[in-house]
């Protein structure tokens, strides 16, 4: 152990006092700077941030850019949560304070404080990372129970602190990912609200807030109390509240929370597009980012065959599949039976050998030879009455409130949810590893609700009573329980299969629509939605993209149910193509030309990848705002890093104009590029960076309801 003195003050430092999570180790930056004394600084070339500790306490003294540009009152609590109904926070006195600084790899730089209680009851560590070239710090806090009895952690505020700058008349709150201006007062985010921004449209500066919290596991509140800012877990008394019980030594660790500030800019958006995208790819470790090779196309048999599935049919559609250039193919449901009674059913996961004869090895064996990879789906805790593990262990599942077996996915039926906080969890990702290992699976789907459902309006249905599980001691800390033993599912898969992509879909998430950054963190993609495949199923597509790119990485959004051999089928996949394309439908209605054009489409997307890796990045058209009738819409690609360029999509929505001017930012200035349209590569446009952020090129578009692919690439 050793100690750093800064004036008359001395703090001891050691990595082994921080509790709750890992500090890297390597050798320290120059470009962070540790102050401990009366303060502590984190620092970056562009950001810093303050402690006051004077007098035991822990509180936020100031948070400012390079600039100058203020964004906290001295004085704010900078953390609080509660004890067995006690409040601990900030400014409440604290013993045995610790800080350690260390860098990692990469030239990120971490400083950790550790306190204990007064009362001796609860250590905490907080911990706050910068990274090289992003006004970004990224926070995280720990709880230690160092008393004699159990404890009861609720309400946990990872950050709060007092706003400065930022007054709430002259300010507005971007919610739902930055994308809907929210005027005025308090603002109480909740599941969809893994990223606001709030923005002082007079003083062109505003600062975003980015909580890594799984499903209804999160909360962000802005202008709480007037000038509050506050991010953290739901409280006591939220629809679904946060509780964690921690006996005498056991830690527990609160998903990260990040800022990043910002200043001298009009548009809230920028802040989105550039630093809280530039951190999530390159730092956040987001699944998708991991693998090696993203999927280009995946084909996915639920519509319009639904539970209808069978080796013959299967075969023929990965005849068709191929044919168009899909590389992944994924059955769905229908594929399984229960064993006791040789029907339908969820829980035991067996094949149902009528359907494939064989099982499913001869299946996947010939999507393979093919010269695609399978993917299969399963649900994640649903399990029928039938299901050996609802007649062996009931205790596997979960109650409600009166005691009994719970379904919380639907409104009725025998069927019921299992619980993440049992056993369960160890029996199905037994089941899934083992059809990943028998069957070579590349893709798992995993589905229907866990904890809360889209489809059942009933609070007091969410969640697991039971009193005896072993994650958890009644309702109000199973939802925690039952998100992070399924997170940790994930993660175990990963574990065994490192390269297989997991879709846990928004029914296992459980609101509509839900995708957030704890489940990327830990599943590949989220498949989002179950729209229809029309002209407004298209529109649908662009939306839901649009409203949570390029806060999300696009890639991770799973957007069905588009038909390959629907109406304006290109158009589709068109659209598709700002995101993972997935497509349904039944392909073997597809004429010759239809498959080769979807080849030709697909293997160009490919090769635009291979060029400019572009799958990892999502951007909007200056000018180009949310897809809506009447209008103009698109998305940009370009791959920011290499700058070599990227993909550009552009879509007419029954405009009256022909034809429209688009920009593109994000290459390098002086740099040659040229605008090459679609597959067949015409050239439309020769330009260097500049001339393409100010000027644009000419998209035309000859149909009301049309849409183009572009590729910029570097000359």
Not at 151 to 176: H, K, Q, Y
Not at 195 to 210: E, M, N, S, T
Not at 639 to 655: C, D, P, Y
Request: net charge neutral; hydrophobic share 35%; glycine share 12%.
């Amino acid at each position: 152990m050793k100690s750093i003195g800064v004036g008359t003050k001395t703090v001891k430092c050691a990595a082994a006092a921080l509790i709750g999570f890992c500090v890297p180790s390597g050798v320290l930056s120059d470009g962070m700077e540790l102050q401990i004394g009366d303060s502590l600084q984190v620092a970056s070339g562009l950001v810093s941030r303050s402690l006051d500790m004077r007098g035991g306490r822990i509180l936020g003294a100031s948070y400012k850019l390079a600039d100058g540009a203020s964004f906290m009152q001295a004085g704010s609590p900078e953390f609080a949560f509660k004890v067995d109904g006690k409040m601990y926070a900030g400014w409440a006195q604290w013993k045995d304070i610790r800080a350690v600084k260390t860098a990692a790899e990469g030239g990120a730089a971490t400083v950790a404080v550790s306190a204990v209680s007064a009362d001796g009851r609860v250590k905490v560590g907080l911990a706050y990372t910068t990274y090289p070239g992003l006004a970004l710090v990224r926070k995280t806090l720990a709880v230690e129970n160092v008393g004699k009895k159990d404890i009861c952690v609720e309400s946990v505020d990872v950050e709060t602190f007092r706003m400065a700058t930022l007054g709430c008349t002259n300010s507005r709150t971007m919610r739902r990912f930055g994308r809907y201006r929210e005027e005025g007062e308090t603002y109480f985010g909740d599941w969809n609200d893994p990223l606001v921004v709030v923005h002082d449209y007079r003083k062109r500066c505003g600062i975003a807030v980015g909580n890594e919290g799984v499903s209804t596991m999160k909360r962000t509140t802005t202008f709480q109390n007037g000038d509050y800012l506050v991010s953290g877990t739901p409280h006591t008394g939220d629809r679904y509240p946060f509780r964690k019980w921690l006996k005498p030594g056991e830690k527990w660790e609160a998903m990260p929370v990040f800022t990043a500030p910002y200043s001298n800019c009009e548009d809230p958006s920028r802040v989105v597009e550039g630093a809280v995208s530039d951190y999530v790819r390159r730092h956040m470790g987001v699944r998708v980012e991991r693998i090696p090779r993203k999927p280009m196309f995946v084909y996915n048999t639920w519509e319009p065959f639904f539970k209808n599935v069978n080796a013959k049919l299967v075969r023929e559609l990965a005849d068709a599949a191929a044919e168009c250039g899909v590389e992944e193919f994924v059955i769905d449901d229908g594929w399984q039976m229960n064993v006791s009674d040789g029907k339908y059913g969820r829980g035991d996961w067996a094949v149902d050998e009528k359907k494939f004869p064989g099982g499913l090895k001869p299946t996947f064996d010939y999507i393979r030879s093919k010269g695609m990879k399978p993917g299969l789906w399963l649900s994640l805790a649903w399990a029928d009455p039938s299901s050996a593990p609802m007649k062996e262990h009931p205790e596997w599942f979960t109650r409600d409130r009166d005691g009994r077996p719970a379904n919380l996915h639907t409104s009725r039926g025998e069927t019921c949810t299992a619980c993440m906080g049992t056993p369960w969890r160890e029996y199905i990702r037994d089941k899934i590893l083992a059809l990943v290992r028998d069957h070579g699976l590349a893709y798992v789907k995993l589905d229907l609700a866990i904890a809360t459902s889209s489809y059942v309006y009933d609070d007091a249905r969410t969640g697991c009573y039971a009193t005896d599980h072993p994650g958890h001691r009644g309702r109000e800390d199973s939802f925690e329980a039952i998100y992070a033993g399924c997170m940790r599912l994930f993660d175990e898969l990963h574990e065994a299969a490192p390269e297989l992509f997991i879709d846990c879909t928004f029914e296992t998430a459980g609101k509509t629509f839900l995708m957030d950054y704890g489940i990327a963190k830990h599943a590949e993609g989220n498949w989002l939605s179950n729209i229809g495949p029309g002209r407004d199923g298209r529109l649908y597509v662009r939306n839901l993209a649009w409203g949570r790119t390029p806060a999300l990485p696009a890639t991770s959004l799973v957007i069905g149910n588009l038909h390959m051999n629907g109406r304006e089928h290109m158009l589709g996949f068109k659209s598709l193509a700002g995101t993972l394309p997935i497509m349904l439908g039944d392909p073997r209605k597809l004429t010759a030309d239809e498959r080769a054009e979807y080849k030709a489409w697909s293997g160009w997307l490919k090769g635009v990848e291979a060029r400019h890796g572009y799958m990892a990045f999502r951007q909007d058209l200056p000018g180009f705002g949310e897809p809506q009738e009447g209008a103009w819409d698109g998305f940009a690609r370009i791959n920011t890093e290499t700058k070599s360029g990227g993909l550009v999509g552009v879509f007419r929505r029954n405009a009256a104009d022909k034809s429209r001017r688009v920009a593109v930012r994000g290459l390098a200035p002086d740099a040659k590029y040229a605008v090459l349209k679609g597959a067949a590569g015409t050239l439309v446009a020769e330009m260097n960076g500049r001339e393409l952020e100010t000027d644009g090129f000419e998209a035309v578009l000859p149909g009301r309801y049309d849409g183009e692919l572009y590729e910029i690439t570097r000359r």
